[in-house]
């Protein structure tokens, strides 16, 4: 099957010193755009997409924490520091 195309003729309009597009709300909606999207630029034009809140999940987290080879050493002295002195109870 094969995906099927649309086009549709959108005209440019002056913004200041620049042009813009108005994109109609059925598209807005359709797409899933809000208050920004990304512009890809390619070979024979551009592709506009939703920006995506990309959140890790908690295997990749850990994944990406190993990675990093940080010096963790001084941890258990910086956990308390300070703390000791405090009343914690009331």
Do not use: A
Not at 42 to 50: A, F, I, N, W, Y
């Amino acid at each position: 099957m094969e995906k099927q195309t649309r086009t549709k003729d959108i005209k440019l309009i002056p913004i200041g010193n620049s042009k813009g597009i108005r994109l109609p709300k059925k598209i807005l909606r359709k797409y899933g755009f809000s208050e920004s999207v990304v512009l890809e630029e390619k070979e024979d034009g551009v592709l506009l997409h939703r920006k995506e809140d990309k959140k890790l999940t908690w295997e990749e987290t850990f994944k990406s924490m190993s990675e990093e080879k940080e010096n963790w050493n001084d941890f258990d002295v910086t956990l308390m520091d300070g703390l000791e002195e405090e009343n914690l109870d009331s």
